[in-house]
């Protein structure tokens, strides 16, 4: 097999990729082309994973009653969360959304299964974490590989693991990892939602930089 040269226009064009992978929480309700779920969830299958383990689980809720329960869960856990802030900073994240579970057409969570018999325990004997890291870099390559199909997906993170795989009735042993809201946003931009309402600016990338 001839390996594919990735040439300067691909390098630019992975750049922007990059840049215009945002977090999503404004949907459209219409939904996605039939397979393109599926190529999505392929993508994320590519992702690189300690010992090969190949440890991700996706499950693609259907279940209205599931949604409406997660909806409603996630928006009592931001209500609860924003207890801590006060004044000025309050009213800020009063107004943010947060998730497009109600409006995204596509929802997935993503477990990892710390028990799979695939990768026989290689390479984590002494960070036996990295099998969960794998199950986020899946959740990259997705992102990634959405956002070149025109999608957007969103990872809402205010929500309690515990009760997940109940909720979703699968094995025990899988570990909650992620909620993703996939599906065409309402505007796309290079810019974070959370710099454009004011909340957190992008840092420079210099300072997470160090030599010793």
Same mark, same amino acid.
């Given at each position: 097999?001839?390996?594919?040269?990735?040439?300067?226009?691909?390098? @630019?064009?992975?750049? /922007?990729?990059?840049?215009?992978?945002?977090?999503?929480?404004?949907?459209?309700?219409?939904?996605?082309?039939? $397979?393109?779920?599926?190529?999505?969830?392929?993508?994320?299958?590519? $992702?690189?994973?300690? $010992?090969?383990?190949?440890? &991700?689980?996706?499950?693609?809720?259907?279940? +209205? @009653?599931?949604? %409406?329960?997660?909806?409603?869960?996630?928006?009592? /856990? %931001?209500?609860?969360?924003? @207890?801590?802030?006060?004044?000025?900073? %309050?009213?800020?994240?009063?107004?943010? %959304?947060?998730?497009?579970?109600?409006?995204?057409?596509?929802?997935?969570?993503?477990?990892?299964?710390?028990?799979?018999?695939?990768?026989?325990?290689?390479?984590?004997?002494?960070?036996?974490?990295?099998?969960? &890291?794998?199950?986020?870099?899946?959740?990259?390559?997705?992102?990634?590989?959405?956002?070149?199909?025109?999608?957007?997906?969103?990872?809402?993170?205010?929500?309690?693991?515990?009760?997940?795989?109940?909720?979703?009735?699968?094995?025990?042993?899988?570990?909650?990892?992620?909620?993703?809201?996939?599906?065409? +946003?309402?505007?796309?931009?290079?810019?974070?939602?959370?710099?454009?309402?004011? &909340? /957190?600016?992008?840092?420079?990338?210099?300072?997470?930089?160090?030599?010793?």
């Amino acid at each position: 097999m001839t390996e594919p040269v990735f040439d300067a226009a691909f390098r @630019e064009q992975l750049a /922007q990729l990059l840049a215009w992978r945002r977090d999503v929480r404004h949907f459209e309700t219409r939904a996605l082309p039939d $397979g393109l779920l599926d190529t999505l969830l392929d993508a994320a299958c590519h $992702g690189p994973s300690v $010992g090969n383990a190949q440890p &991700w689980r996706f499950v693609r809720i259907v279940s +209205p @009653e599931r949604r %409406k329960a997660l909806a409603d869960t996630v928006d009592a /856990q %931001k209500h609860a969360a924003g @207890e801590s802030y006060s004044g000025e900073r %309050k009213a800020l994240y009063d107004g943010l %959304k947060l998730h497009g579970l109600r409006e995204a057409p596509e929802i997935v969570a993503v477990f990892c299964d710390e028990q799979g018999e695939a990768g026989d325990g290689l390479g984590r004997a002494t960070m036996p974490e990295t099998l969960c &890291w794998s199950v986020v870099t899946a959740v990259h390559t997705v992102w990634l590989a959405a956002r070149a199909n025109g999608v957007g997906l969103g990872w809402v993170s205010i929500i309690d693991p515990n009760g997940m795989n109940a909720l979703l009735e699968v094995p025990a042993h899988w570990r909650f990892i992620a909620l993703l809201c996939l599906g065409y +946003p309402e505007r796309a931009s290079e810019t974070p939602e959370l710099v454009r309402h004011g &909340w /957190q600016d992008r840092l420079p990338s210099d300072i997470t930089r160090l030599e010793r």
